[in-house]
């Protein structure tokens, strides 16, 4: 059984395009976060929800948007694809303070 | 903030022998997570071990095992009898300790290859 997985796995795009990453935990965890791996894989936190509800928001243009319809899902929806969004997307979910657990990445190319 | 160091881009090893990863991060909390984190060609992030920052004693995970110097600020990763599925990029990740959900900060990695 999957624990973290994330669809879809790869994604090639023109820019300027609106586009879709899907993201479901089935641990149970109350937190989920989405992390940006850039081409020299450098991670760094995009945002993190906890039940729901927006808890981190680090320095992301506006174009990128978290929804999270339930405890299970956290998508991320992108605007206006600019070529320097291209990279690996990852989704995580943790318990409370505690270790994360990684889907398997999305890689996002914009041409 | 929080910053992880991760001095050494890249490293080999020769197949069965040991290997050290290095890394250093930079915090004023007193409670926080220290990781590695392994990632293969395929892109998976897999934990490899998580260490306790009120723990004293040193996290091993099988073959793989910490070196914790606390007030040196130090959390390095030993691979003992490497195997060619060691071949991966290692992360060195810090997270605090609290109640709420916090993020990982990750050091830039380095890539470690298991020559045969």
């Known amino acids: 059984d999957t624990a973290v997985s994330q669809t879809p796995k790869y994604l090639v795009t023109q820019m300027g395009n609106d586009k879709s990453i899907k993201c479901e935990q089935n641990l149970g965890h109350d937190t989920m976060y989405w992390y940006k791996q850039d081409s020299k894989k450098f991670l760094k936190i995009m945002f993190s929800?906890?039940?729901?509800?927006?808890?981190i928001n680090e320095t992301v243009p506006n174009r990128f948007s978290p929804k999270s319809p339930d405890k299970a899902h956290l998508n991320l929806h992108i605007n206006s694809l600019e070529l320097g969004d291209s990279a690996v997307y990852f989704c995580?979910?943790?318990?409370?303070?505690?270790?994360?657990?990684f889907g398997p990445g999305t890689r996002l190319t914009v041409t | 903030a929080q910053t992880v160091t991760q001095s050494q881009p890249e490293m080999s090893v020769q197949e069965a022998e040991t290997v050290t990863l290095s890394c250093t991060y930079d915090?004023?909390?007193?409670?926080?997570?220290l990781f590695w984190y392994k990632q293969p060609p395929s892109r998976q992030m897999i934990l490899v071990i998580r260490q306790e920052a009120y723990k004293q004693q040193n996290a091993t995970e099988n073959r793989f095992s910490v070196n914790f110097q606390k007030a040196a600020k130090s959390f390095s990763l030993k691979i003992s009898d490497s195997q060619l599925g060691d071949t991966a990029m290692y992360f060195c990740a810090f997270m605090k300790q609290n109640s709420g959900n916090t993020p990982l900060v990750f050091g830039k990695g380095t890539r470690l290859s298991v020559i045969a």
């Open positions: 929800y906890n039940n729901k509800e927006l808890i």
């Open positions: 995580a979910s943790s318990p409370q303070g505690y270790e994360q657990y």
């Open positions: 915090t004023s909390e007193n409670n926080y997570y």
